[in-house]
């Protein structure tokens, strides 16, 4: 028996979803009294999963999976968990991590539990930890199937040290062309810009703010950060900023350290979206907004006020450190 780790990566770059996820697996693994496998598909340098447990490390090299395709990405992983004699298999909560987990459930006969926040509460029954009602409450989900896949919801395990000498050897998975029936035409992807899936701080702006002429200090005060820039629904569907930045309930699930909202109200269903994020910090000139009863911090003010002030007072800061 083994836990079995899909380390995934950006062009080569581990990111830090896939550290987070070696040191949930690795404790799980000294949890269950057994050692933790990385497995990495094209990675540039699959060293630095030693630094967080790693006592295996599995590399791919495929120039076939150069490009994410779910069913491929399934059968090198089911592959994996066999030569590895796994019984558990963690995977991150992506939007990759979410198309890819129920194929490799079912490839393996399986039970799934998605957005895990703890280690196992008890491991025989095994039971484990989840979000759920859109990461307003919680339950506890007893799997009983031999095998496990488990999603590992963003920034809910941190990452831990925990440097070992790992074993690292080649990995030559068996793909068939059924893998490949279906391909990706084309992929565009934003560069020297932070994504929302992959940011520890978004801050995110709303109808409050006017029109996209006014979105520069939005941008500013992320850049100013290192966070994501993101809007709510009305804003994305006026045009003022494009879907793939929409967060909430019907766009993306925001789960960051920190997601300062400025000038939005707060309605249910953009609440339901972020409500993972660890601090929520609003920025709103209603004092009866909804968003404040969610907030752990507010601040009542106007926002082309108080946004600009923030912004000088954290270069002042930054330039102190």
């Known amino acids: 028996m083994s836990v079995l780790v899909f380390a995934d990566n ?16 690795k404790q799980l693994a000294q949890q269950a ?20 447990g790693a006592d295996k490390i599995l590399s791919v090299k ?12 399934s059968d090198c992983i089911y592959q994996a968990v066999l030569k590895e004699e796994a019984d558990i298999v963690v995977i991150d909560s992506t939007s990759n991590g979410l198309y890819l987990a129920p194929l490799l459930a079912v490839k393996l006969k399986a039970g799934y539990a998605s957005n895990v926040v703890a280690l196992p509460a008890s491991m025989s029954p095994f039971t484990v930890k989840r979000n759920a009602f859109s990461s307003k409450g919680f339950n506890l989900s007893q799997i009983n199937t031999e095998k496990k896949v488990l999603g590992l919801a963003k920034n809910s395990f941190g990452v831990k040290d925990q440097k070992v000498d790992a074993e690292e050897s080649e990995f030559t998975p ?17 560069s020297d810009k932070v994504t929302i899936a992959d940011a520890d701080i978004v801050v995110s702006g709303g109808r409050g703010l006017k029109g996209p002429e006014n979105w520069g200090m939005i941008e500013e005060l992320a850049s100013v950060l290192g ?27 925001v789960s960051s350290n920190l997601y300062i ?53 954290l270069k002042e800061f930054k330039s102190t450190l």
Do not use: M
């Open 261 to 313: 909202a400025v000038a939005i109200s707060g309605a249910i269903q953009h609440l339901a979206g972020v409500n993972a994020s660890k601090v929520k910090v609003v920025i709103n000139n209603d004092p009866e907004a909804p968003f404040f009863k969610a907030a752990d911090y507010g601040v009542v003010g106007d926002a082309f006020e108080v946004v600009p002030e923030l912004i000088e007072k």
């Open 10 to 25: 950006s062009e080569g770059k581990f990111k830090k979803t896939a550290f987070e996820l070696v040191s949930y697996g």
């Open 174 to 190: 068996n793909l068939s062309e059924d893998d490949f029936q279906l391909s990706s035409s084309k992929i565009e992807q934003t």
């Open 62 to 73: 495929s120039d076939q999976l150069n490009v994410f395709n779910a069913k491929a990405y």
């Open 33 to 52: 009294g057994t050692k933790v496998v990385a497995l990495t598909i094209n990675a540039n340098d699959t060293s630095a999963l030693s630094s967080f």
């Open 227 to 253: 966070a994501a820039t993101a809007c709510s629904k009305p804003v994305s569907d006026l045009g003022w900023r494009p879907h793939s930045e929409h967060v909430g309930q019907t766009g993306k699930p």
